[in-house]
Each structure stands twice: as structure tokens, then as C-alpha cells.
């Protein structure tokens, strides 16, 4: 059995994590309205999923208002290293129910950003791999699968906050078992669609889920 789980808003609280990032800003004189402004223009997107980069949103600021960001850069950086503490109550409980090698947690972003705030979330000795990618993860999904690190026939479970990739998964992927983590406390509440095979708002949930489909 392979545990395919997302990072943001499943096993980290994103969003309380980036009403204290968007505070950092503020400190340094960047309100929230010139936050969304440029943090509009600094991200990516592969169909409707937004990537963020913190790096292409610090030198929009820097173009459009023309200040310094070498301590902001640090400050947020040293913010990230702190996201142990926004790591989800239920998240230890539930990975600690699986074997080591079989969770694998995939993350849509490849930045440096996302790289610390993984390292710091004290998930990595809980699980196989960690995987950040720039492409809808249905793609990371297949390539496990090719490389025999999903096994033929062998139960795969992807849980995520986003329909999006619950389709893209899917569809790539038929023969794995989608579970919608839809939390009270996560940023968006996308409607579950048919591609979407379980819905939990936790990860209580979801183990149970899990534990029903493996008897």
C-alpha cells in the first residue's frame, strides 16, 4: 500500500501559516493590499492550481516599490523554518497508523520557500520521501508507478485539498483511491466531483477510510 499526501492544507495549517507570513510584510511596511498586488503577479499556474514563489514575489516588491529586501528575504526565511509549529494536530497520529516506506508526501512547488518549510516540519523521518514538484502531481503519481515504487497491483491512496489535481489524478491515474481532505480550517472547499472517490475532513477521516477499503 503507498499513502500519496499533499503538504499544504493537509498537513499544514496553510492557512494560519500565511495570515503570520502576510504579517512579516506588514512589519516591513508592505500592507496587504500591496501584498496581494504583487503576490498576483509573482505566481505561476498550471491550469486553475496557483505556485507560489516567494522569491519572484520579494523582487515584484522590490521593482514596484522600489526598497530594499534583503532583511524581509531573511525574515520570511527564518519564518519558514518555524512551520513545525503549524503542522496539523492529527498528522503524527496518522502517519505513525503506516508503515514508514509506504507515505509518500508530494507538494506542488519546487522553492527554496517550500524546501525549508518541509525540512522544518519535522515530517521528513515519518515518511518514504518527500517529492516537490512544478507539475500537477498526477504526473509525479505515474512516474511512481513506472519506477515500480508503486507496485502493480498494489492499493494507492492520494489524499488532497484540491479538486484539480483529485481529477488530474484520476484521470492519469485511474486505478488510485482519491480521498477529498476537505478541513474545517483549510483555504478552499471545493465541491467533490467524480473523480473524487472519498471525502474526510480529517485525517481521522481518512484513516478510516483507508483502514475500511484494506479489510
Known amino acids: 500500500m503507498?499513502?500519496?499526501v499533499d503538504f499544504d492544507d493537509v498537513l499544514l495549517n496553510t492557512n494560519r501559516f500565511r495570515k503570520n507570513y502576510k504579517k512579516i510584510y506588514a512589519a516591513y511596511g508592505?500592507?496587504?493590499?500591496?501584498f496581494e498586488q504583487y503576490y498576483k503577479k509573482s505566481v505561476t499556474y498550471e491550469k486553475s492550481i496557483t505556485?507560489?514563489?516567494p522569491e519572484k514575489h520579494l523582487k515584484e516588491i522590490k521593482r514596484g516599490e522600489n526598497i530594499k529586501i534583503s532583511k524581509l528575504r531573511k525574515s520570511i526565511y527564518n519564518f519558514a523554518e518555524n512551520s513545525k509549529?503549524?503542522?496539523?494536530?492529527?498528522?503524527?497520529?496518522?502517519?505513525?497508523k503506516f508503515k514508514k516506506d509506504d507515505i509518500i508526501i508530494i507538494t506542488h512547488s519546487k522553492s527554496k520557500f517550500q524546501k525549508v518549510k518541509l525540512k522544518n516540519s519535522g515530517l521528513k523521518k515519518l515518511v518514504k520521501k518527500i517529492i516537490q514538484t512544478g507539475k500537477l502531481k498526477a504526473y509525479t503519481v505515474k512516474k511512481l508507478a513506472?519506477?515500480?515504487?508503486?507496485k502493480n497491483g498494489e492499493a494507492a491512496y492520494f489524499l488532497d485539498d484540491r479538486v484539480d489535481q483529485i481529477n488530474e489524478v484520476k484521470?492519469?491515474?485511474?486505478?488510485?483511491?482519491t480521498v477529498l481532505i476537505r478541513r474545517r480550517e483549510g483555504r478552499?472547499?471545493?465541491?467533490?466531483?467524480?473523480?473524487?472517490?472519498f471525502e474526510a475532513k480529517n485525517l481521522k477521516e481518512a484513516y478510516q477510510i483507508i483502514k475500511q477499503k484494506c479489510q
Open 2 to 4: 503507498k499513502i500519496l
Open 30 to 34: 508592505i500592507d496587504p493590499e500591496v
Open 51 to 53: 505556485v507560489y514563489d
Open 85 to 96: 509549529k503549524y503542522v496539523f494536530k492529527d498528522v503524527k497520529k496518522f502517519l505513525a
Open 146 to 150: 513506472t519506477q515500480k515504487i508503486i
Open 171 to 177: 484521470k492519469i491515474n485511474p486505478s488510485v483511491i
Open 188 to 197: 478552499f472547499q471545493d465541491k467533490k466531483t467524480k473523480f473524487c472517490d
